[in-house]
């Protein structure tokens, strides 16, 4: 596995939600911005934010996205956009994330990307 650090985001071509407002005056602090390269076709990206109060939805000072794209098909992404709070994409399915912490939700993110590699392993 190859990090490279403070890429330009190849996340910002995948659909997603509306995007969200950050104003000027609030102290947004960057924790993590990692992108991590398995192979010619596969990489994971990792971006972490300390916010002053909670996203909607969620329960802690952390705004996030981790995202692992193989194909250029997002496979798994754990998020937490404002009114849905934290979540997983695991393929097709969308579930609930118990948040903890950054190194736990790092630590489940690699689990995930593991187990996504061994199902996906003969496709």
């Given at each position: 596995?190859?990090?490279v650090r403070n890429p330009q985001s190849a996340l910002e071509t995948?659909?997603?939600?509306p995007p969200v407002?950050?104003?000027?005056?609030?102290?947004?602090?960057?924790?993590?911005?990692?992108r991590m390269?398995?192979?010619?076709?596969?990489?994971?990206?990792?971006?972490?934010w300390l916010v002053p109060q909670p996203v909607g939805g969620s329960n802690h000072n952390y705004k996030y996205r981790l995202a692992y794209v193989v194909d250029a098909v997002c496979v798994l992404?754990?998020?937490?956009?404002?009114?849905?709070?934290?979540?997983?994409?695991?393929?097709?399915?969308?579930?609930?994330?118990?948040?903890?912490?950054p190194d736990q939700l790092i630590s489940d993110f690699q689990r995930d990307i593991a187990r996504w590699n061994h199902e996906n392993r003969h496709s």
């Open positions: 596995m190859h990090v995948l659909p997603t939600a407002v950050i104003l000027s005056n609030v102290r947004v602090t960057e924790l993590v911005r990692d390269v398995f192979s010619d076709t596969a990489f994971a990206e990792l971006v972490l992404r754990y998020d937490n956009e404002r009114g849905k709070g934290d979540h997983r994409h695991f393929g097709d399915r969308v579930s609930a994330y118990a948040f903890s912490s």
